[in-house]
């Protein structure tokens, strides 16, 4: 199912364990290495008693936008010493902030970027999510669901023949698209990620946007849903199961 797939994320030795308890104490021991061992080789870090709690911060908030100050302000740090937490987690290949779509590239730099967790097991263990919990919290599986698709959609650029950039959508309208992949042309797809086994047509609202506002470079728009048919809305706009991912 979705779910057992979002909840077993991307690391090999991770996925090797038969049981959902047994990914979750790997997943623990994993960070509890990277936390207290390898950020002092990678980044240069001595004092690392502090770095799990910014981390989790950073997990309640994956797939949403991060500003830096409110994030400092809730665990009682200044924005800078936030954005340096964040940049150490990068380096240690944990998270990912992903700009805001732009067509001026300065114009990207200067507004608020959204925060991803590279790998949605990881994700689920820090926020303690189980198969058990998942049914009965079922607003969990949007986050989750973006995070791994996100993943994916990297590791799929990283063997492509061409070069991608990803960034997020959000106009002033607050009409969002999850991802924006765009190559070297400039030329780009909206990536629209929804938990749900169905599609209407008020899910494509910003996707039909993101193609208004960027004319001719458009080239599709994709919703993976959780359901088992291909869709096509008409305007180059597809609805297409989660499992085109992998199969």
């Known amino acids: 199912s979705l779910s057992d797939r979002l909840l077993a994320g991307g690391y090999p030795e991770a996925m090797q364990r038969a049981s959902?308890?047994?990914?979750?104490?790997?997943?623990?021991?994993y960070l509890e290495a990277i936390l207290t061992r390898d950020v002092r080789e990678i980044a240069q870090v001595n004092k690392t008693e502090g770095l799990a709690r910014p981390l989790r911060a950073l997990a309640a908030v994956s797939g949403q936008r991060c500003n830096f100050a409110q994030l400092g302000g809730a665990l009682g740090l200044d924005h800078k010493t936030a954005q340096r937490y964040v940049g150490l987690f990068e380096q240690l290949y944990l998270?990912?902030?992903?700009?805001?779509?732009?067509?001026?590239?300065l114009s990207r730099l200067v507004k608020t970027p959204k925060m991803h967790f590279l790998d949605s097991g990881l994700l689920a263990a820090m926020g303690g999510l189980t198969?058990?919990?998942?049914?009965?919290?079922?607003?969990?599986?949007?986050?989750?669901?973006?995070?791994?698709v996100f993943s994916e959609l990297l590791k799929i650029a990283s063997w492509s023949e061409g070069r991608f950039r990803f960034s997020h959508y959000r106009d002033k309208d607050q009409r969002e698209v999850d991802l924006v992949v765009e190559?070297?042309?400039?030329?780009l797809i909206g990536v629209?990620?929804?938990?749900?086994?169905?599609?209407?047509a008020g899910d494509l609202a910003g996707l039909r946007r993101l193609?208004?506002?960027?004319?001719?470079?458009?080239?599709?728009?994709?919703?993976?849903?959780?359901?088992?048919?291909?869709?096509?809305?008409?305007?180059?706009?597809?609805?297409?199961?989660?499992?085109?991912?992998w199969a």
């Open 20 to 29: 959902p308890r047994r990914r979750q104490d790997w997943m623990a021991a």
């Open 95 to 105: 998270v990912q902030r992903l700009e805001p779509y732009a067509a001026n590239r």
């Open 131 to 148: 198969p058990a919990r998942l049914e009965r919290e079922r607003t969990a599986l949007g986050p989750l669901a973006e995070t791994f």
């Open 183 to 187: 190559n070297e042309a400039s030329e």
């Open 192 to 200: 629209e990620v929804k938990a749900g086994a169905s599609v209407v």
């Open 211 to 245: 193609a208004d506002a960027t004319a001719g470079k458009f080239r599709a728009g994709v919703i993976l849903y959780d359901g088992a048919e291909t869709h096509s809305f008409g305007g180059g706009l597809w609805a297409v199961p989660f499992a085109t991912l």
